[in-house]
């Protein structure tokens, strides 16, 4: 069974980093795409960050130049490093992992809090 667990979110004041990680595990196949996910209260669901097999990584415009995507392969593992925190950033961040085989639409993590605000 798969699982992905998240970890490194919390409280930071405006301006802070924040480095969140994801590790995948349950599955002998290799990963095909990684990707960070976001939903702040009352709206749907966002595309943060996303590094596919050959690692041409792709952002949301609201996060360029501030947040990196990377991943660790032999670890399963995926980050994103966050700096320049703003409070719109203030969300809850979700992994997802999609496998070369098996299920289409990939697995997702519980999800990790990040709360920007002095």
């Known amino acids: 069974q798969v699982q992905l667990v998240e970890s490194g979110g919390g409280l930071v004041q405006p301006g802070g980093s924040l480095r969140l990680s994801c590790a995948a595990s349950g599955s002998r196949f290799s990963i095909n795409a990684m990707g960070w996910y976001r939903q702040a209260p009352g709206k749907q669901r966002e595309l943060v960050a996303f590094?596919?097999?050959?690692?041409?990584?792709n952002y949301a415009d609201s996060v360029k130049g501030r947040f990196a995507i990377s991943r660790d392969n032999a670890k399963n593992t995926v980050y994103l490093q966050m700096n320049s925190l703003k409070p719109e950033d203030t969300a809850v961040y979700y992994c997802y992992v999609r496998y070369s085989y098996g299920n289409p639409t990939g697995y997702w993590g519980q999800g990790t809090q990040v709360t920007v605000s002095s």
């Open positions: 590094i596919p097999s050959d690692e041409i990584t």
